[in-house]
């Protein structure tokens, strides 16, 4: 509450100061203004009729182009002519602009009418880009940058951040975390690949909003005034330590000088399950696990009864959904519903909607801009009410304190709410896969079932998460002579979680409908309730000081030279509790609950400081320099490896304003080379005090009584390192840009090269006699190269303007260091391509009986199971030994195995196409990946996978090979082997080529369909512009991968990752909640 207290103060003294006027004594106002004459308004001093038409370059006539005097509320627009008419005072000045043109002003003198000719707004290369402390023209860059402009954010009803830049940037990859869809997932994202292998350190780009480090998703996207990437360690090495691998830059809104401006949008969205798998009936679904337990030697899981019971329901013949035996209803195998248990939990067209209002406005002297956010979504679980909720309100204000001082202060608040059942946080999305269709959801008394799991989502308690952010920044900014600011800025955000969960008792219903108390899950017995709460707070400070000063000649030579100091502090502490028992579970918290009190908490800090310089020239924006120097210390080394120094330089050359370049100037008239190199460190370790030994502290855990109670005890102190020290990432950059045929066609292409030295490895592997964990040290290289590609078509065709835009990236790992003398390839070796996927040659199916034994004849495949026969994979010998096996699971010594795939995403890449006419507006946003192969496994790919109990039954299971006679009709090109239960399952799934998947995928990630009103019509309403849009997201797919998984969800399975080193890339098999397809209606208005 605090919080909006501040806010409205603030507009209350924005508007205060701008219903002052300037009386000529010193008093200011936020509101240019046109003098009057002594008693007598505007409207009467001098006036005059200004007639006109505006054309464009073509000579076509542009319609709704609007025509304002600058500083008043005096305007039109043009007709369908392109003819004006307006009474403006004399000495005026006429602003006329008109989307897709470059605005113009008109002095008003003795003209009677007009003739305006708009350019097209095409001169890309003049765009200022913002850099590391400043900005610079594009003309001008160096360094591999790309910039993203609001308009590319606020027209997409996107909940983050993140969704509106998938497949925006080339080189900024998003991905999909490992929970999929939930609403407070937040995806995962690297500029150019990943840098490290995750062993002890992380390569996140670092997110600076308004120069502060931040959370880009904590940012309302309406509020983005632009965008920029910095990917080469020529744009990023100005930010240190903290940006090795990138630095993504977001600037928000701010006032502008002119009349008071309010806006209101909303959009109201509606979301639906995108790929969920189609479930057998029950019919099918007993015949195929009769058929894998026949496979597999085993009796039937349906005996006839039972079938004839299925089949009896499904024809309707009867209605109850199971029967009772010993007073309690029948599940699994003794049941005889047709549950699809992804309709029953998935629900459709789930509503969220979103609303944002800003007031902003200000003068030569003072701009504010105030603006608010509330999100509310509804998830698509139906039985989890899963719901996410955002607040923010952001406040910034500019002033010119004197002549000389600027003023910049911004204060952000935001809050999440995260509310969803606690028991969708275990295992449910894994147990859903695995639901057997013939358990009804409901007992004929109409109570849940217990294999239903909804009484648990329902009743079993919830998991609320709230988080509150809360940014103060100030900036002043000193010009004490031309051409010479220095700068000083003061940083604070405070970060407050709070989540409380727990477990509350469920019950389900005997044939008698008697309530009987259920487990919850497997830790939490009959009864057993539970309530937790854990709380964590963080506070980060930051300030910059810097100074700048450039200077020019007459003769074209630009100078600019900038000196600074950075440092940042970032405190943590957190703690949480724990108690089973409640007394009443209609009171879960801490103080209700009286048995197996747990408690913890950690507090940790760390604190970087750097000292920078750069240095730019440029002769004529034809060739150009920088250099950056950054001088960086960090607490998470020991003294004598704390400091670093990382320098970088870049150059650029462009050719199109050499004079030999002449007459292709009509053709092509920019076209800048560029190259950079550099070095950064890297102290981003996922310890933070590495060189301090730490003792593991457990309250009462002690294996003896002290006094009738157990001891607090600690553990013996790890080893450390005292070698840590920083990772070294060097990288070079060769890169062009063009524009051609006046910049309607513009493009850029960069290739890279970056090394990560030093990494933080695994440990040196030790005896098990030394008894403590060894420690980690910087023992490994990994090497990073590709491309991106940026194109961009912009024209008009009479009335109609449109634009084309197509994106490419491309990035691999390869690690040329790492302590693996064994050469095993189940975890990282030198010369190990980053997402290497090891597998066999798959042959093909045995169709007979005798036809396996012919092949057994040849190969032995004896080690990887037994019992072959029709319908079992035939598998390749590779090295020509006779049989097929692992080998010693080295690289030389691998067997049958090797590399048959990657799992690395490929050639990103994403299409913008647009097009606007008379007020209408269109634009479809395509984003995919080029190449990627996914190694799948478990029971969604499967199916059957060894026991009942973890299988699965799909549609898309049910073409698996069937012999001639079988009941369920002969299968002999079946694409899957038979289906099996037992010890020797797993014999068909190994990793082979013939279950390897195509990853590739396109996807219209969005199409929006709007109007805007003509001004003439909703000027007489008072309102500025007004627009109307509706936009669909995720509406198609085109993939050739399983059709039970979305390509974007699925992280493929590392088999080989038994020791957690890359813990981004863990299975989930598809069990995951789904994204959504969305439809969504919006409004835009101005006033």
């Known amino acids: 509450m605090k919080n909006w207290n501040v806010a409205f103060a603030l507009l209350f003294l924005f508007s205060a100061a701008q219903s002052k006027a300037d009386t000529g004594k010193g008093e200011e106002t936020l509101s240019p203004t046109i003098k009057e004459s002594a008693g007598l308004p505007i409207a009467q001093q001098n006036e005059r009729t200004i007639k006109g038409i505006v054309k464009d370059a073509t000579g076509e006539t ?11 509320t005096i305007g039109t627009v043009t ?9 403006v005072p004399a000495g005026a000045t006429l602003k006329i602009s008109f989307i897709g043109y470059k605005d ?16 097209d707004d095409s001169q890309a290369l003049d765009e200022v880009v913002v850099v590391g402390f400043g900005s610079q023209k594009k003309v001008n860059v160096t360094g591999a940058v790309s910039m993203v402009k609001a308009e590319a954010l606020a027209d997409r009803p996107v909940a983050n951040v993140s969704q509106a830049l998938q497949g925006v940037v080339p080189g900024l990859n998003f991905s999909v975390p490992m929970g999929g869809g939930e609403l407070d997932n937040e995806m995962k994202f690297n500029i150019r690949g990943s840098g490290s292998i995750g062993s002890g350190s992380n390569a996140s780009p670092l997110v600076l909003i308004d120069g502060m480090e931040g959370d880009m998703n904590t940012i309302n996207p309406q509020d983005i005034e632009n965008i920029s990437i910095l990917k080469d360690a020529a744009a990023s090495s100005i930010y240190g330590s903290r940006a090795p691998f990138g630095v993504i830059l977001i600037t928000t809104k701010s006032g502008k000088s002119g009349r008071v401006t309010i806006n209101y949008n909303n959009n109201i969205r509606f979301s639906d399950p995108l790929k969920v798998p189609e479930m057998m009936n029950s019919y099918d679904f007993a015949r195929y696990f009769n058929a894998a337990a026949a496979n597999g030697g085993q009796q039937a899981v349906f005996n006839q009864e039972a079938l004839d019971r299925i089949v009896a329901y499904q024809k309707g013949e009867i209605t109850a959904g199971t029967v009772a035996n010993n007073g309690n209803w029948q599940e699994y195998g003794g049941a005889n519903a047709n549950t699809d248990w992804f309709g029953e939990h998935y629900r459709h067209w789930s509503p969220s909607h979103e609303h944002n209002i800003s007031v902003s406005g200000g003068n030569e002297k003072v701009n504010y801009m105030v603006s608010g956010n509330f999100m509310d979504q509804r998830g698509m679980l139906k039985h989890s009410d899963d719901s996410y909720k955002r607040f923010s309100l952001n406040a910034k204000l500019g002033a010119e304190i004197t002549k000389y001082i600027r003023m910049n202060y911004t204060s952000r608040w935001v809050r999440n709410d995260y509310d969803k059942s606690y028991y969708q946080t275990g295992l449910f999305f894994h147990n859903l896969a695995r639901r057997w269709p013939t358990i009804p959801v409901t007992d004929p008394n109409g109570h849940y079932m217990p294999g239903s799991e909804i009484i648990q989502l329902e009743d079993g308690g919830r998991d609320n998460k709230s988080t509150d952010y809360l940014t103060q920044q100030m900036q002043l900014v000193i010009e004490p002579i031309k051409n010479w600011k220095i ?10 979680m709070n989540r409380e969960y727990g477990v509350l008792p469920v019950y389900n219903y005997n044939e008698k409908n008697e309530p009987q108390l259920m487990k919850f899950d497997e830790s939490h017995g009959p009864g057993i309730t539970e309530f937790n709460k854990s709380t964590n707070k963080r506070n980060y400070f930051t300030m910059n000081f810097f100074t700048d000063y450039f200077y020019q000649t007459e003769n074209g030579h630009y100078f600019k030279g900038m000196v600074g100091f950075n440092a940042e502090l970032n405190k943590f502490n957190s703690m949480w509790g724990s108690r089973q028992g409640l007394i009443s579970p209609t009171v879960p918290y801490l103080t209700t609950a009286t048995t197996n009190m747990k408690n913890g908490g950690e507090k940790n800090e760390w604190s970087t400081a750097g000292f920078f310089g750069r240095l730019n020239y440029n002769y004529k924006e034809r060739y150009m320099a920088e250099v950056n120097m950054r001088y960086d210390g960090t607490s998470r080394f020991l003294d004598d490896q704390r400091w670093g120094f990382f320098p970088s330089f870049s150059v650029g050359w462009n050719i199109a304003r050499e004079d030999f370049w002449g007459n292709w100037s009509d053709y092509v008239n920019e076209f800048k080379l560029r190259g950079s190199w550099g070095e950064l460190g890297n102290q981003n370790t996922t310890d933070i005090y590495p060189f301090f030994p730490s003792m593991d502290i457990g309250a009462g855990n002690g294996d003896w009584l002290v006094n009738g109670a157990q001891p607090t005890t600690a553990k013996m102190p790890g080893l450390v390192s005292s070698l840590m020290t920083w990772e070294t990432v060097r990288s070079w ?6 524009g051609a045929l006046n910049n309607r066609l513009t493009g850029s292409f960069d290739y890279f090269k970056r090394q990560t030295l030093d990494m933080v490895g695994p440990a040196p592997e030790l005896p098990v006699t030394l008894g403590a964990d060894v420690p980690k040290i910087n023992n490994a290289d990994m090497e990073s190269y590709g491309f991106d590609l940026e194109l961009s078509w912009r024209d008009r065709i009479g009335k109609v303007s449109y634009g084309v835009k197509a994106i490419m990236s491309d990035a691999r790992q390869k690690i040329t260091r790492y302590p693996n003398e064994t050469m095993k390839y189940s975890t990282w070796y030198a010369g190990k391509m980053d997402g290497e996927i090891w597998g066999f040659k798959t042959i093909g199916i045995a169709k007979t009986q005798e036809e396996m034994d012919a092949h057994l004849a040849k190969v032995d495949q004896s080690a990887l199971g037994k019992n072959w026969g029709a319908g079992d994979i035939m598998y390749a ?14 690289v030389g010594d691998s067997g049958d195995k090797k590399v048959i795939g ?3 995403p490929r050639y990103n890449y994403g299409i913008t196409l647009d097009a606007s006419w008379n007020g209408f507006d269109i634009s479809a946003f395509f984003q995919g990946v080029g190449k990627r192969d996914v190694e799948v496994g478990g029971p969604y790919f499967w199916g059957a996978v060894g026991g009942m109990w973890q299988s699965a039954g799909f549609v898309d299971h049910l073409d698996y090979f069937r012999p001639e006679g079988d009941e369920m009709g002969a299968n002999l090109d079946a694409y899957y082997p038979r289906p099996l239960f037992g010890n020797d399952a797993t014999r068909n799934q190994k990793t082979q080529t013939g279950y390897l998947q195509n990853g590739a995928y396109i996807r219209m990630k969005n199409i929006q369909l709007g109007y805007t009103f003509p001004k003439q019509w909703i000027s007489k309403i008072g309102l500025q512009s007004f627009r109307v849009y509706i936009s669909g997201d995720n509406l198609f797919t085109i993939t050739k991968m399983a059709k039970m998984f979305d390509p974007e969800t699925v992280s493929g399975r590392t088999w080989w990752d038994t020791n ?5 890339n863990l299975d989930n098999n598809g069990k995951v909640y789904p994204l959504s397809k969305v439809i969504s209606f919006g409004i835009n208005v101005n006033f």
Do not use: M, W, Y
Not at 62 to 72: D, M
């Open 487 to 496: 700068t000083a800025e003061g940083n604070f955000r405070t970060e407050n």
């Open 62 to 72: 542009v319609i709704g182009a609007n025509v304002s005097v600058v500083g008043t």
């Open 902 to 904: 990657n799992n690395t």
């Open 733 to 738: 950059n060769i890169g062009l840009d063009f």
């Open 79 to 87: 007709d369908v002519e392109g003819n004006f008419s307006l009474k």
């Open 877 to 890: 010998d590779i090295n020509g030994d006779g049989k097929v096996d692992e080998g010693a699971g080295q």
């Open 1060 to 1064: 957690n080193t890359e813990p981004d």
């Open 104 to 119: 113009v002003d008109v002095k008003i003198t003795n003209q009677q009418t007009l003739d305006i000719i708009l350019e």
